[in-house]
């Protein structure tokens, strides 16, 4: 079986910095896409940062130029550097990653537990 464990969430003033880490483990042959998304109280999951398995990025426009995703393939994790964070990033934060478990199945989305991150004013 193939798990997504995710850390580093916390609670944290408004300007500080946070580090989100997802690590994949089980059955993987390979894995591409892989992501984070956030959903706060009420609101819809969204997008916030995503990188290809060549390791191209995009960024929802709301943390462009705080947020660097980032991944390790020999880890098969991907990373989330989240600074000059505010109010407004309070989420829970879930990695995606889309994976190859071999066993005659295709690629597949998974998505990690979530994790809370709490800015502070």
């Known amino acids: 079986q193939v798990q997504l464990v995710e850390s580093g969430g916390g609670l944290v003033q408004a300007g500080g910095s946070l580090r989100l880490s997802c690590v994949a483990s089980?059955?993987?042959?390979?894995?591409?896409?892989m992501g984070w998304y956030r959903q706060a109280p009420g609101k819809q999951r969204e997008l916030v940062a995503r990188?290809?398995?060549?390791?191209?990025?995009d960024y929802a426009s709301s943390v462009e130029g705080r947020f660097t995703i980032s991944r390790d393939n020999a880890k098969k994790a991907v990373y989330l550097q989240m600074n000059s964070l505010k109010p407004d990033d309070t989420a829970v934060y879930y990695c995606?990653?889309?994976?190859?478990?071999?066993?005659?199945?295709?690629?597949?989305?998974?998505w990690g537990q979530g994790t809370q991150v709490t800015v502070s004013s």
């Open positions: 995606l990653a889309n994976i190859w478990p071999g066993g005659g199945y295709r690629f597949q989305e998974y």
């Open positions: 089980g059955s993987i042959i390979r894995i591409s896409n």
């Open positions: 990188i290809t398995g060549g390791g191209s990025t």
